[in-house]
T-cell receptor
Framework: DGGITQSPKYLFRKEGQNVTLSCEQN?????MYWYRQDPGQGLRLIYY???????QKGDIAEGYSVSREKKESFPLTVTSAQKNPTAFYLC???????????FGSGTRLTVV | EDQVTQSPEALRLQEGESSSLNCSYT??????LFWYRQDPGKGPEFLFT???AGEEKEKERLKATLTKKESFLHITAPKPEDSATYLC??????????????FGSGTQLTVLP
């Protein structure tokens, strides 16, 4: 079945450490997105990519980085510059406007 | 500034007690409005897309409607399995081919047996 796979489901980061969240899709979608979700808040856009080797900053890109070397993959790195990284991270993809996004199951990142 | 506001933040219903969730938006150039359902610890699941005022869509006990300023998600005779957070999102023409969505903060619905 087609879908989006995020891994790991839970991730713990120490202070000053960079961590990478994986997002893989087999839907043949062109566009991919990373959102952050905090309790009581809506999803906020971190980065998005419309094609391979191209990506744009969203509303809260500071402290994050991404790459898009393959159409299927859009990993997110949370760097040590992100001062408050504890959140639920969601990856999504889209091929057009009709059905909006397809989301992955999320990665919960906690700073320890 | 583009804004999407959902109300109420939380709603508790008895099984069978119908109600509505509201999503009001202040945006320029609405391309589409989306409703998603999100269960705890999971990614949002697509429910509906609405494109123009007056449009309605239905799925089982859910019915979504759209006006020029807001959308309603009507839940008829809800069951406990309808308990979830319901998210509203807008897509603007200005987003072009990037198709970003701007989300509201959601309504957490609890249906008691």
């Amino acid at each position: 079945d087609g879908g989006i796979t995020q891994s790991p489901k839970y991730l713990f980061r120490k202070e000053g450490q960079n961590v990478t969240l994986s997002c893989e899709q087999n839907l043949n979608h062109d566009a991919m997105y990373w959102y952050r979700q905090d309790p009581g808040q809506g999803l906020r856009l971190i980065y998005y990519s419309q094609i391979v080797n191209d990506f744009q900053k969203g509303d809260i890109a500071e402290g994050y980085s991404v790459s898009r070397e393959k159409k299927e993959s859009f990993p997110l790195t949370v760097t040590s510059a992100q001062k408050n990284p504890t959140a639920f991270y969601l990856c999504a993809s889209s091929s057009g406007t009709v059905y909006g996004y397809t989301f992955g199951s999320g990665t919960r990142l906690t700073v320890v | 500034e583009d804004q999407v506001t959902q109300s109420p933040e939380a709603l508790r219903l008895q099984e069978g007690e119908s109600s509505s969730l509201n999503c009001s938006y202040t945006v320029s150039g609405l391309r589409g409005l989306f409703w998603y359902r999100q269960d705890p610890g999971k990614g949002p699941e697509f429910l509906f897309t609405l494109y123009s005022a007056g449009e309605e869509k239905e799925k089982e006990r859910l019915k979504a409607t759209l006006t020029k300023k807001e959308s309603f998600l009507h839940i008829t005779a809800p069951k406990p399995e309808d308990s979830a957070t319901y998210l509203c999102a807008v897509q603007l023409f200005s987003s072009g081919s990037a198709r970003q969505l701007t989300f509201g903060s959601g309504t957490q619905l609890t249906v008691l047996p």
